[in-house]
């Protein structure tokens, strides 16, 4: 009976330890992978500041461009 008890209290220490050694070795795939992806983003430019206003083909219309706001009030 002590002899099925410590084999047991064994195998549910083994099962930790492979538990633990498994979370471990997922945590530093993921973060692999996150690493992978911002230096794929950096080489392909996915960083760089993106067009805010895409212009028409119709030239009737004024441009829209953004620009600060005026600070010629009077006081």
């Not at 538990?19 to 992978?33: G, P």
């Amino acid at each position: 009976m002590v002899i099925e008890i410590v084999l047991l209290v064994l195998l549910a220490g083994a099962f930790i330890v492979l538990k633990i050694f498994q979370s471990e070795s997922e945590r530093k795939r993921k973060l692999e992978r996150e690493e992978r992806k911002i230096r794929d983003k950096a080489a392909t430019g996915g960083f760089a500041p993106k067009q805010m206003y895409k212009q028409t083909e119709n030239d009737s219309e004024e441009e829209i461009t953004m620009s600060e706001p005026d600070s010629t009030e009077d006081n």
